[in-house]
């Protein structure tokens, strides 16, 4: 591993290569994938099923049946690293950073993509839930590796 972001529950990691995993609670769809068990569905916020896209953050299935509800924490945790793919599928990652609802990462182009629970943090959308990378419409300037400052395209 190459970096390290831990947020209040769950981690990112960033490996040598740029890739980016995560593990942990998706609570606030901060993982950058939906956390799925065996027999259930996604609800997107189009209505539709699938994994792509905005979503709603509830899943449909194993309901009472099962036990417990579809939405109960228990269903909402990554146990083990999962790479976050759609947005950086092709992307090469440089740098993760992790907060409670949150989660970014930027490329070694420069583009920032965030993902999570949006109170206006992520950049993209002034108040939503994203459970991909979305990519913010900023680019990064540094006159240093370990600085970064942000400017629209």
């Known amino acids: 591993m190459a970096r390290v972001a831990v947020g209040q529950d769950h981690t990112l990691a ?4 740029g890739e980016v995993y995560s593990w942990g609670m998706n609570r606030f769809a901060q993982l950058g994938y939906i956390v799925r068990n065996q027999g259930d569905a996604v609800v997107r916020i189009d209505g539709r099923a699938g994994e792509s896209g905005k979503w709603e953050g509830k899943t449909a299935g194993r309901g009472e049946e099962g036990g417990k509800s579809a939405n109960s ?5 990554q146990h083990t690293p999962r790479r976050v793919q759609d947005a950086l599928r092709k992307e090469v990652a440089e740098g993760v950073a992790a907060s409670k609802m949150a989660s970014a990462c930027w490329t070694t182009a420069g583009d920032l993509f965030t ?8 950049g993209n959308c002034s108040s939503c839930v994203l459970g ?6 900023l680019k990064g300037t540094s006159a240093h590796p370990s600085h970064r400052f942000y400017r629209e395209k």
């Open 115 to 122: 993902w999570g629970t949006n109170s206006g943090q992520l």
């Open 132 to 137: 991909v990378p979305i990519l913010t419409g």
């Open 14 to 17: 960033l490996t040598k290569s």
């Open 73 to 77: 924490l228990e269903d909402m945790i």
